[in-house]
């Protein structure tokens, strides 16, 4: 299984600049841009502990790299990661 970190993701709603509503399934996937890496862009997969009601905008999660060859080592040294649809900034994970 490929490593994964829990946080607790908060996105932004519309009028923050962010989505319309959260994702209401089980399973989210999105990009982070992490700039102490060389190549910064990286697809993550987000799993939720429940899935997130339409007025929910903060909830526990998991998250990980989408890809093999990604650099899992970094999960355990980032504090927080930025969670982005295309180049807009939708939330925010915060680790514990």
């Known amino acids: 299984m490929k490593q994964q970190r829990a946080g607790t993701i908060d996105f932004l709603t519309?009028?923050?600049?962010?989505?319309?509503?959260?994702?209401?399934?089980?399973?989210?996937?999105?990009?982070?841009?992490?700039?102490?890496?060389?190549?910064?862009?990286?697809?993550?997969?987000?799993?939720?502990?429940?899935?997130?009601?339409?007025?929910?905008?903060?909830?526990?999660?998991?998250?990980r790299f989408l890809f093999e060859h990604a650099p899992h080592y970094i999960l355990d040294e980032l504090q927080e990661m930025k969670v982005y649809e295309g180049g807009k900034i939708v939330g925010k994970i915060v680790f514990v």
Not at 31 to 36: C, L, M, P
Not at 43 to 49: A, G, K, M, N
């Open 14 to 63: 519309k009028e923050e600049g962010g989505r319309r509503q959260p994702p209401t399934d089980g399973v989210y996937y999105a990009t982070t841009y992490i700039e102490q890496l060389s190549q910064p862009d990286w697809s993550i997969v987000i799993t939720f502990e429940e899935p997130l009601k339409e007025d929910e905008y903060s909830a526990l999660c998991k998250v």
